[in-house]
């Protein structure tokens, strides 16, 4: 489902890495084929679930059955479930927890191809009934609360009404009969006859299928109401899947991947050894017992993945693929390994109940995961010795991360994870029905989460206060409670409240798929769950009353023009939207040569709908567009570039993307010593190398390569070289200054196992049994702070990167800080959220009082900056400054009762920032750095005004700087001091 209120954002990374091909003139031994997880998969049972009373008293359902016109249908067959009953829709990803139609992974087709041919999932009739001639049908001594009911007749399609429930009048429209028509091809291009194409509709889990004719082309008929799930396969070739398609002229082109396979050789000193070979990739986890030295995957995707190897205590580095090929083969060498041994605990030192857990490299890609049971000692490794990153979660807990540098043998770790303040309940409809699949707004935090399939949902919430959750559903209504965290078992109930019923009609039609979109001043934002059916509608129940604004849009159409609708609790409001037929910008993308690009991505200038995807034949459909108008077309693929920029019309002429293709760049990556760089990246490319060789496809700028080197514990290196030779040679990489330093405990004694980075540090590292540790200084920052945590306990120091002494942290203890929050008016503010940043570690801190505006919370010693103002802006709203240390601190924030405020005449100029600061100032540095780590404090960065009054103060002695935030002014800095209280304006005149 969509999410109500929605922030987001979305981001790509694509990594290629080459393998090391096989040594010539050595004859592979006989392979050993991995098994593929997803053949053995069990599927759900899907047990019926009973829907009559048998001869007993029960409940009647009755209902309509009309045409898309609203004409009643004789003679239709109506079908009736209990909505307990689990269909295909239900099922959930076992990796990701989407709905399995909807995940994106391509892992997810074979999945989805079990249940179809194994006719599982799908709607099993309990009762049937038949339309009378007004359209009319009727089911009696019913048991259960909700039901799954939908109807067929000749010459219509299906259509489904979910969750009805008894005494609610159902009506059904029923669809015209629609057809998917499209095609199969391969890789090539090339039609593949023969190919099964199934489908089923999101909405009324009934299935389709068909063998594709001559040329790969074929027609799905008798469909109705969708979007529909498509998907084929092949004798050879892996699924192909359309996820989101409507029926129509549209055609759908299914492009199957031929079964890639990998081969990997494993060998211990240019000797075959018999290891274990491990697969990692998104939504797949394999591996396979390679006897002789030799292991064999098939049934791949040309996606990425990592492979590495392990025997006895000898491991291979972790080695990143793209399976570009047919066959793949790669040699991973063996060397001498290590073990990591991990135990997940809670702060208290207790086994954390079935965590989670997934070690990475150091660059963030996953190589194992692993869910042990609780109190496990859990294994990873054999590992290549280098640094790794361990991650671990838990239901309850916040999730953590700790640097692994695995060394020869074994190393043990111990990771904690800190409980987090939940508040966990239930989704209910306004029958009383767990509502599933909901999202849940979180505020203030502005965070959500979204149901289960029983309606059950846990938010994590920063820290203990209040907080109101809302959610909304387009059918079901929507509702809001209040909780004060922790909190267990809050019902939030969905009612209808106001309600808006939107017919969106387009070339004298009621269109299917049109989705709406509703919001009041940018903020509130309201999605429709589901797109229109047959009948054009598109419900919004359970709106908050008031004015909104409204656009509907549909895939074919423009969007139309926003319109004012006003609705009111416990009515309904009917309005009627009409699209415009959109335009079509079509045109295909080839390389230099004219050979079409598969799979680019093309997007148009201005972004006037979602980029869209090259087919086989390179060819592409930008839909939605305003006729006659030009657009600048964009292309992007991972393999190629476009050198010029395109134009294109709307409804004109097909236009041509010409892309050139990278070239492929060999080099050897370096240290100083001559010693090999094993893991670097170059561009967006990440390589994994024995002896630091690397092949890469780079961008070029004319006759140009310029790409930038970069490995931990080294200093970035720019290459500016010749396109021709496409041999890099080598690259050297000088060591970065490293800091070295001691944590250490209040008692003077040495800390182990400590977490140790900085705040311009992309990695981290541990201290050793004696304390200390070495961390690469970050690059490019002169100056950075360094930071040590273990458990509750933390530190902080000040480091550079030239001539740098040893820096000593010493842990302490948190601080407990509580008190209580004023609003503007003098009054608590209950629910209110307190932002803040730890201003000597950048670490963002977030607060939410309770129902007595009061809060308390353990945070890190140090000086904190707190956000005052309601927009959470940095320039022309107040900011508290404060430092933070001892075992407690009270700090009331706001105009509490007693305190004092201050009201000061300025000319506003950008650039410069007032403080009030608690006592007596000494001199200002240059810029005024130091002026952020006050005992006490406000600063305000560019007043909006001549005349500003801060207030919240505690009697006493202040000082009033009023200077350019960023360097020193001439003329200096204007500084007053005052005591607070106190009558009259202060006047700042430089």
């Known amino acids: 489902m969509r999410k109500w209120f929605v922030i987001g954002a979305a981001a790509a990374l694509v990594i290629v890495a080459v393998a090391v091909l096989w040594p010539r003139g050595t004859p ?230 031929a079964s890639r396979t990998l081969e990997v050789r494993v060998t211990h000193q240019g000797t075959p050894v018999t290891a274990t070979v491990r697969l990692k990739a998104d939504h797949l986890a394999r591996e396979a017992r390679a006897e002789g030295g030799v292991a064999r995957f098939e049934g791949l995707y040309p996606d990425e993945l990592v492979v590495t190897a392990e025997a006895g205590k000898l491991g291979a580095i972790p080695r990143t693929l793209t399976l570009s090929e047919q066959l793949t083969q790669v040699t991973l060498e063996l060397e001498e390994a290590g073990t990591l041994l991990v135990t997940v605990v809670d702060e208290s030192g207790q086994p954390v109940p079935s965590p989670e857990l997934v070690l990475r490299t150091s660059r963030g890609t996953a190589i194992q995961s692993q869910k042990p049971s609780t109190g496990a000692l859990v294994q990873f490794g054999p590992l290549a010795v280098g640094d790794y990153v361990l991650e671990g979660r838990a239901r309850g807990y916040r999730e953590a991360q700790l640097p692994a540098r695995v060394k020869q043998g074994e190393t043990s770790l111990e990771l904690e994870l800190a409980q987090a303040t939940l508040i966990t309940g239930q989704v209910l409809d306004p029958y009383g029905r767990p509502a599933p699949n909901v999202s849940v707004l979180v505020q203030p935090t502005g965070d959500s989460v979204t149901a289960d399939g029983e309606g059950n949902f846990a938010a994590a919430v920063p820290t203990p206060g209040l907080y109101e959750l809302h959610a909304h559903h387009s059918e079901w209504g929507g509702g809001q409670v209040k909780a004060t965290a922790p909190a267990e078992g809050v019902k939030l109930e969905l009612e209808p409240r106001a309600a808006l019923e939107v017919t969106v009609m387009g070339e004298g039609r009621r269109l299917e798929g049109a989705d709406v979109v509703l919001w009041v001043d940018n903020e509130n934002v309201f999605r429709s769950d589901t797109s229109s059916g047959p009948d054009g509608m598109v419900p919004m129940r359970g709106l908050p009353p008031g004015t909104y604004s409204l656009v509907a849009t549909h895939r074919d159409y423009l969007p139309s023009e926003r319109q004012k609708v006003e609705v009111v609790d416990g009515q309904t409001q009917r309005v009627t939207v009409t699209l415009e037929p959109g335009a079509v910008l079509q045109g295909e993308v080839v390389d230099t040569r004219g ?273 005052l103002g309601v927009a959470r802006e940095f320039s022309g709203e107040p900011a508290l400054l404060v430092q933070v240390e001892g075992g407690e601190k009270r700090l009331d924030i706001g105009p509490a009762p007693g305190s004092a405020a201050v009201t000061v005449q300025l000319k506003p100029q950008r650039g410069k920032a007032l403080w009030v600061l608690a006592g007596d100032v000494g001199a200002v540095t240059n810029p005024p750095t130091a002026l952020m780590r006050v005992g006490y404090g406000q600063l305000l960065y560019q007043p909006g005004g001549e005349r500003i009054t801060l207030q919240g103060f505690p009697p006493g002695r202040y000082t009033l700087i009023w200077t350019n935030f960023h360097t020193d002014m001439e003329e200096g800095p204007v500084v007053r001091t005052v005591q607070l209280p106190t009558s009259g304006d202060i006047i700042l005149d430089p």
């Open 595 to 867: 050979a079409p690009v598969a799979e680019a991505s093309v997007s148009v200038l201005p972004r006037m709908a979602e980029p869209v995807v090259t087919d086989a034949q390179g060819h592409f459909e930008v839909r939605a567009l305003k006729p006659g108008r030009p657009y600048l077309v964009e292309a992007r693929h991972s393999r190629y570039d476009q050198r010029e920029r395109v134009q294109g019309s709307a409804g004109g002429e097909r236009v041509q993307v010409v892309m050139e293709e990278r070239g492929m760049f060999s080099g050897r990556v370096v240290a100083s010593d001559g010693e090999p760089v094993r893991r670097f990246r170059l561009d967006e490319h990440d390589v994994a190398s024995g002896d630091g060789r690397f092949e890469v496809p780079l961008q070029t700028a004319g006759d140009r390569v310029i790409v930038s080197v970069e490995a931990p514990g080294f200093e970035p290196l720019m290459v500016d070289r010749p396109v021709q030779p496409r041999d890099l040679g080598e690259l050297v990489l000088e060591r970065a200054p490293s800091v070295t330093g001691l944590v250490r405990d209040e008692g003077g004694g040495p800390v182990a196992d400590a977490v140790v980075g900085c705040d311009a540090c992309e990695d981290s590292v541990m201290t050793g049994p004696d304390g200390r540790f070495t961390l690469p200084s970050p690059p490019f920052v002169a100056k950075f702070t360094v930071t040590a945590r273990k458990g509750r306990l933390s530190a902080s120091a000040a480091a550079s990167r030239e001539g740098q002494r040893t820096v000593e942290l010493v842990l302490k203890p948190a601080t407990k800080l509580y008190g209580t929050v004023y609003g503007a008016d003098g009054r608590p503010a209950a629910g209110f959220q307190l932002e803040g940043v730890h201003a000597d570690r950048g670490e963002p801190v977030s607060i939410v009082t309770g129902p007595d505006g009061r809060y308390s919370v353990d945070v890190a010693p140090g000086h904190y900056r707190f956000a």
């Open 28 to 257: 592979p031994p006989p392979p050993v084929s991995a098994v593929d997880s997803s053949a053995a998969r069990v599927l759900p049972d899907f047990e019926a679930v009973e829907v009559s009373s048998g001869d007993s008293e029960g409940l009647t359902l009755t209902g309509r059955v009309l045409d898309s016109s609203g004409k009643p249908v004789a003679g239709a067959d109506v079908s009736l479930s209990a909505s307990a009953q689990k269909t295909l829709n239900s099922v959930r990803c076992d990796e990701c927890g989407q709905a399995l139609l909807a995940c994106p992974a391509r892992e997810s087709g074979p999945h989805a191809l079990a249940f179809f041919e194994q006719a599982r999932g799908f709607l099993q009739p309990k009762a049937t009934a038949r339309t009378d001639a007004q359209g009319r049908f009727r089911f009696e001594r019913l048991a259960g609360v909700s039901f799954s009911v939908w109807a067929r007749a000749p010459g219509f399609g299906a259509a489904m009404r979910e969750r009805a429930a008894p005494g609610e009048p159902v009506d059904l429209y029923l669809p015209p009969l629609r057809s998917i028509g499209g095609q199969v091809v391969d890789g090539a291009g090339q039609g593949l006859a023969g190919a099964r194409v199934y489908a089923v509709s999101r909405k009324v889990p009934l299935p389709s299928e068909t063998v594709a004719g001559p040329n790969g082309t074929f027609t799905l008929s008798g469909l109705g109401e969708g979007p529909f799930y498509v998907l084929a396969t092949a004798d050879g070739f892996l699924p192909a899947v359309e996820p989101l398609v409507e029926a129509g002229p549209q055609p759908v082109r299914l492009r199957l991947e």
